[in-house]
C-alpha cells in the first residue's frame, strides 16, 4: 500500500484495478449514454443514392448551357417524391420534377430549385447554366461502406446514434451499465426527509455522489448507513461487493480512533491501493481493491469526498464502464477572479468555465473548504494549484480538469 499519493498516480492506481464490465446487446432506441463494446463499420453508403437537395427539376447539366444566353425550355417527363424510385431516363430536352431527398433519375446530373424557374405541369423554363453535380447529395457523402462508425470503448451521443440507425442497425453491442454500490458511515448522520435531531447532520454526500456516479454512465446502488463500528461497515461492504461492481464510501478515511472504513475493507478481503493523496480538499481517502472490484473509500466531509472522487475515483468508474477515453480532458484556464488564501499543500479549487475575451477563463466561487459543498453547485472543473502557492491572483493560468 502506499501513502499520501500524487493526483496523477491516484488515478492511475485505481484504473488500473478494474477491467470494463461485461457487454451486451442494447436496442437503439435505449442506447444514448451507453458505452459501445465492439468497434462498428458501416456496412452501408449514406445516402445509398444520389438524391436532391431541394424540391426543383433535375436534368442534363450540358442541356441548359446555353441558358447565359437566354431561357431554355425542358420538357417534364415524371415526377420524384421521396422515397419513390425514378421509372423514367432523363434524356436530351427533358427534366424530372424531383423533391427533396428524390433519388436522381438516371441520365441526370444536376437540379434546380423550383424558385429559380419558371414552371408548367408539362415544361420547366431554366434561366442560368448549371454545373454537374449541383443540388445534388451524392451516394456516399456523409458515410462510405467500411469506414469506421465507432471504435469500441466510445460513448454513444446523439450524433453517433443517428448514424447508428442510417445503417439499419436495431441493436448494437454495449457494455451494461455498471453498479456503484453507495455506502456512507457516521452515527450522527440523518436522512433528507427525516427531523433533525440534536447533533445529528443531514447525509447531503450520499446524494452528491449518487449524482456524480450517475453522470458518468453508472447506477447507483444505496446500501445504506452503517454506524461507527467496523463490523457494522465490513458488513456492509460485503453486501455491496456481492451485488455491485464497485464501491464508494464516505466517512471514517483517515486516521482517527473513528475512522475505521480502511480496517473494515481489510477485513472484507481487499487489499489497500493507497491511503491520502497529496491535494485538498479531498486528502483523506482509502482505495482498496477485491477480486478485480475497486472501493473507495472517502472523506466524509460531503465537499471533500466530491473533490476526491472526481479527480481519482471517476476515472477508474469510466474505464469500468468500457469508456476508451476515461482519463479527464484537461485545459488551462485563467482566473477571472483571485483566490486569496496561500496553499502550504496542492490545493483544488471548484469553478465554472466560461469564455472571456477570447480565452478560458475559470470562476472561482467563495466557499473551498472541505465541509462547504454549495459551492460545488454548477462547477463543471477543478484547478489544480501548486504546493508552496501564494494568494493566486486573477488571470493566474492555472492546470484545470474538466469534469
Not at 101 to 119: H, N
Not at 299 to 323: E, W
Request: charged letters at 25%.
Amino acid at each position: 500500500m502506499r501513502e499520501r499519493v500524487s493526483y496523477e498516480t491516484a488515478r492511475a492506481l485505481a484504473a488500473q484495478a478494474v477491467t470494463p464490465v461485461e457487454e451486451e446487446r442494447v436496442a437503439l432506441e435505449g442506447c444514448a449514454g451507453r458505452v459501445l463494446a465492439r468497434e462498428l463499420r458501416a456496412g452501408l453508403d449514406v445516402p445509398a443514392f444520389d438524391r436532391s437537395a431541394y424540391d426543383g427539376y433535375a436534368f442534363r447539366a450540358r442541356d441548359v448551357q446555353g441558358a447565359a444566353d437566354g431561357p431554355v425550355t425542358l420538357r417534364v417527363v415524371e415526377e420524384v417524391p421521396a422515397g419513390k424510385a425514378p421509372r423514367v431516363e432523363v434524356t436530351a430536352g427533358t427534366a424530372a420534377k424531383v423533391l427533396t431527398g428524390a433519388p436522381i433519375p438516371l441520365g441526370a446530373d444536376a437540379v434546380v430549385k423550383y424558385e429559380d424557374t419558371r414552371f408548367t405541369a408539362e415544361a420547366v423554363t431554366i434561366f442560368c447554366p448549371a454545373r454537374p453535380g449541383q443540388n445534388i447529395v451524392v451516394r456516399g457523402e456523409d458515410v462510405r461502406a467500411g469506414v469506421v462508425l465507432a471504435a469500441s470503448g466510445s460513448l454513444i451521443d446523439p450524433g453517433l446514434a443517428g448514424a447508428l440507425a442510417a445503417q439499419g442497425l436495431g441493436q448494437v453491442w454495449a457494455r451494461r451499465v455498471p453498479r456503484v454500490g453507495l455506502v456512507s458511515t457516521g452515527s450522527e448522520l440523518a436522512e433528507a426527509g427525516e427531523p433533525l435531531a440534536p447533533g445529528k447532520i443531514y447525509n447531503s454526500g450520499r446524494y452528491a455522489l449518487a449524482a456524480a456516479i450517475q453522470a458518468l454512465g453508472c447506477l447507483p446502488v444505496w446500501l445504506g448507513q452503517a454506524r461507527d463500528d467496523v463490523e457494522a461497515i465490513r458488513e456492509r461492504l460485503e453486501e455491496g461487493l456481492a451485488r455491485c461492481d464497485a464501491l464508494v464510501v464516505t466517512g471514517g478515511a483517515s486516521k482517527g480512533s473513528y475512522d475505521l472504513t480502511p480496517a473494515a475493507m481489510e477485513l472484507a478481503g481487499a487489499r489497500l491501493l493507497f491511503r491520502g493523496v497529496d491535494f485538498k480538499p479531498g486528502m483523506a481517502c482509502a482505495y482498496g481493491v477485491r477480486e478485480g472490484k475497486l472501493l473507495c473509500g472517502l472523506s466524509g466531509n460531503p465537499a471533500a469526498a466530491l473533490t476526491n472522487f472526481h479527480l481519482a475515483a471517476a476515472p477508474a468508474l469510466k474505464r469500468l464502464a468500457g469508456r476508451r477515453d476515461y482519463l479527464p480532458r484537461e485545459v488551462e484556464a485563467a482566473l477571472a477572479n483571485p483566490f486569496p488564501k496561500a496553499s502550504p499543500m496542492n490545493r483544488v479549487l471548484r469553478g465554472r468555465l466560461v469564455l472571456e475575451r477570447g480565452r478560458v477563463e475559470l470562476e472561482v466561487p467563495e466557499g473551498q473548504g472541505n465541509a462547504v459543498l454549495s459551492s460545488a453547485a454548477g462547477c463543471d472543473a477543478l484547478a489544480l494549484v501548486p504546493a508552496g502557492s501564494g494568494p493566486v491572483p486573477a488571470g493566474t493560468r492555472l492546470r484545470t480538469i474538466l469534469i
